[in-house]
């Protein structure tokens, strides 16, 4: 069956990095565009990246463009978030998403100092 597991999450101070993971199985990888999300208590799920299935082109949310890149490996069957200059705003629980459908369980982001 579809398995998205994201992975990477953690407690990290205002301006760090973080790189989150999402490890795909039960489909072909490649044939999918992927895209990363987030929730905070209370608010809807938004997306922050999408990347699409041959990887040519990326599109983000205006709140996290030029600080967070999305990427696919698909020999790995992996999408990836790189998260810089991180700010208390981005703690969330981060989501991996496969086209329109299948969700990840989520990874929890905590930005403080």
């Known amino acids: 069956q579809v398995q998205l597991m994201e992975s990477g999450g953690g407690l990290v101070q205002p301006g760090g990095s973080l790189r989150l993971s999402c490890a795909a199985s039960?489909?072909?990888?490649?044939?999918?565009?992927m895209s990363w999300h987030r929730q905070t208590p209370g608010k809807a799920r938004e997306f922050i990246a999408g990347i699409t299935s041959t990887g040519s082109m990326t599109t983000y949310a205006d709140s996290v463009k030029g600080r967070f890149t999305i990427s696919r490996d698909d020999a790995k069957n992996t999408a990836y978030l790189q998260m810089n200059n991180l700010t208390p705003g981005d703690t969330a629980v981060y989501y991996c998403?496969?086209?329109?459908?299948?969700w990840g369980q989520g990874t929890q982001v905590t930005v403080s100092s």
């Open positions: 998403r496969r086209g329109a459908s299948a």
């Open positions: 039960g489909f072909t990888f490649s044939d999918y565009p």
